[in-house]
């Protein structure tokens, strides 16, 4: 069975930059997708301690790993994540989905 991967981002906005971070991080995810259609989702949550989980879910660690190593070509990259702070990445496979 061909399972899914992902990475998660987890980290904390300032409310003031929430609205630009907002629209940095759609750009840059329409960037990648066209360079890497392997990204067949991203998902923004807001934690109830004002953290946030951003977890993108790609077809194949391949894909992901083309992806990412391809980050320092997207200028986006660094403006989006310039709005962040305590920011963690894990990587992992969908074990399942309800």
Do not use: C
């Not at 399972?3 to 629209?23: G, Q």
């Not at 949550?45 to 194949?60: A, C, F, I, K």
Request: no cysteine; glycine share 6%; hydrophobic share 40%.
């Amino acid at each position: 069975m061909n399972r899914s991967v992902v990475r998660a981002h987890r980290y904390s906005i300032a409310e003031a930059d929430l609205e630009e971070f907002l629209a940095r991080r759609g750009s840059l995810i329409a960037t990648v997708r066209e360079a890497h259609p392997g990204l067949t989702h991203a998902v923004l949550v807001r934690l109830e301690d004002g953290t946030y989980t951003d977890t993108w879910h790609w077809e194949s660690i391949g894909q992901m790993g083309a992806a990412f190593a391809d980050l320092p070509n997207f200028p986006e990259a660094p403006l989006t994540m310039a709005l962040t702070k305590d920011a963690t990445a894990q990587n992992g496979q969908v074990v399942d989905e309800s």
